[in-house]
């Protein structure tokens, strides 16, 4: 897996939207983008994966610039319950062996 | 079921004691995965079952880490004469896809071995 950087923490009010970078100079051609979220006491929760340009679902947006050294995941209008570590993945889709590192530990305030 | 399930949530054991941790996962998923995150760190691939193939162990940390699934369905971790450093919260992850990294998650045991 490819060698990821990410903030440590990030802190956000309700209503907010929260934008997380993630560092991937050394990305491979083949490789995607994956971000997981973990609530405390809980295990990690897949929220989105993305080649290039822009991917969306219901949760988030994954930006992916041309060069794909970098990604950015976008919470939109965070409420009290997106506060969670969150953590960016680089690799083959069928990497299966997950390695996090530290994550982001995004906090949301009232 | 609805969701991956993992038993016991919480287990406290002796130093030196043997512990069996169990993992259902999704109805129908043939991966699974066992996965052991430490305090306040990121998360360790252990091993790897897909169907009836030979599992992929090379996340094991000693001897004394065994899993064993049956079939497509209930898998075991064990771990052998515990130690203090395998104090950790062991998750167990379910795909519907062979191997790949959309992998759903349960909430985990967590161990402490006093």
């Known amino acids: 897996l490819a060698k990821t950087t990410q903030p440590i923490s990030m802190d956000s009010y309700e209503g907010q939207e929260v934008n997380i970078t993630c560092s991937h100079n050394?990305?491979?051609?083949?490789?995607?983008i994956t971000w997981y979220q973990q609530f405390p006491s809980q295990g990690p929760r897949f929220i989105i994966q993305g080649y290039k340009t822009k991917v969306t679902n219901e949760v988030a947006s994954l930006f992916i610039p041309a060069d794909r050294k970098s990604s950015t995941l976008s919470l939109p209008r965070v409420s009290l319950s997106d506060t969670a570590v969150y953590y960016c993945?680089?690799?083959?889709?069928?990497?299966?062996?997950?390695?996090f590192g530290a994550g982001t530990t995004v906090t949301v305030r009232a | 079921g609805a969701g991956v399930s993992q038993s016991p949530s919480n287990k406290v054991t002796e130093k030196g004691k043997d512990v069996e941790l169990r993992c259902d996962p999704i109805?129908?998923?043939?991966?699974l995965y066992w996965y052991r995150q430490r305090l306040g760190q990121g998360l360790e691939f252990l091993i790897y079952?897909?169907?009836?193939?030979?599992?992929?162990k090379s996340g094991l940390p000693s001897d004394r880490f065994s899993a064993e699934r049956t079939g497509e369905s209930v898998s075991t971790l064990t771990i052998q004469r515990t130690q203090q450093e395998d104090s950790a919260v062991y998750l167990c992850a379910s795909s519907l896809r062979t191997g790949g990294n959309e992998q759903f998650f349960g909430p985990g045991t967590r161990l402490t071995v006093l």
């Open positions: 050394n990305i491979a051609t083949n490789d995607y």
């Open positions: 109805s129908g998923h043939t991966a």
């Open positions: 079952f897909q169907g009836n193939s030979a599992p992929d």
């Open positions: 993945l680089v690799g083959l889709r069928n990497d299966y062996k997950l390695s």
